[in-house]
């Protein structure tokens, strides 16, 4: 899967905010398993209100997915894109070194291991 731009973009700014990214932390720190929100509110302390808007926000970029399950909702950290976004920037590396005369991009990849 190819990030594009925008989706790039719509996901950075989804963790441009120190709360979102606390949040987003919490989440990946919280593995497979996911969190309820209730979990993610004492671990964070962010009140319930705020920390469900910033949950939309995150769920609408594809950082987070959020699984009803009966009355509850489980908020899980979507690893798959978020590795992607991750992605996006180092695979841009070294990609105009050499019209600069830089490195090549395999060897910084293979000195830096991206």
């Avoid at 925008?6 to 990946?28: H, I, K, N, Y």
């Avoid at 939309?56 to 979507?78: C, P, Y």
């Avoid at 590396?93 to 910084?108: E, H, I, K, N, R």
């Amino acid at each position: 899967m190819i990030v594009e731009l925008e989706r790039a973009a719509q996901a950075f700014s989804a963790m441009g905010s120190e709360p979102r990214l606390q949040v987003l932390l919490c989440l990946v720190r919280a593995g497979d398993a996911g969190l309820l929100v209730g979990d993610i509110q004492s671990r964070t302390g962010i009140p319930a209100s705020t920390l469900n808007h910033h949950l939309k926000f995150m769920a609408a970029a594809g950082l987070i997915d959020q699984e009803k399950q009966g009355r509850t909702i489980v908020n899980r950290a979507n690893f798959d894109f978020l590795a992607h976004v991750g992605s996006f920037i180092t695979d841009q590396c070294c990609a105009d070194a050499s019209l600069v005369g830089g490195p090549s991009a395999t060897a910084f990849k293979e000195k830096n291991n991206v």
